[in-house]
């Protein structure tokens, strides 16, 4: 986990195969940051959750959130943005479904304390890296050498001239 409220500051993570990087930015108080997650949930090694809570998804956004906020983020602000989750390494099948298993304990876990993912780029076969510029809140995907922008949906769907819903419907955030 890193977190910034510089604005010249890029915040970057590496090797996001069935790990996800989930990356969070206020454009108001522009503060940003990205959280690595390996595993979904921490009761699979209390140990190693004891010592690293932000490689799970279930003790690492918490923690994350908690951070985000108390470098100057409103989470009614978060823009959120998510990639990773693979479903294979080196082109070999996940039967643990490592990927989709962090990828849904997110969602449920967004869905509860009702935030939205505003972009992602999840699942398939390759890893990517994750560049986030704390500035202006873009973030950027590398596979293979390649690099696109994350957009987000909000911003696609007014583009198209859509209305969008509320971030965060009254009453869902403590």
């Not at 890029?10 to 790990?19: D, F, N, P, W």
């Amino acid at each position: 986990m890193k977190i910034s409220a510089q604005s010249e500051d890029v915040i970057i993570t590496h090797a996001l195969g069935s790990c996800l990087g989930i990356s969070v930015h206020d454009p108001v108080a522009q503060v940003g940051g990205i959280l690595h997650v390996m595993m979904p949930l921490a009761k699979v090694n209390p140990d190693k959750a004891r010592k690293i809570p932000c490689a799970f998804v279930d003790s690492g956004l918490p923690a994350f959130f908690r951070e985000l906020q108390e470098a100057g983020a409103c989470r009614n602000r978060f823009v959120l943005k998510v990639a990773g989750g693979t479903s294979s390494f080196h082109g070999e099948p996940d039967h643990f479904a490592i990927g989709k298993r962090n990828y849904i304990t997110l969602r449920k876990m967004l869905w509860k304390i009702g935030l939205l993912i505003d972009a992602e780029d999840v699942g398939g076969e390759v890893a990517r890296t994750m560049r986030l510029e704390v500035a202006t809140g873009l973030v950027y995907l590398s596979t293979a050498g390649k690099e696109k922008e994350l957009k987000s949906y909000r911003h696609s769907a007014k583009a198209r001239g859509a209305k969008t819903a509320p971030r965060n419907p009254a009453g869902l955030l403590a």
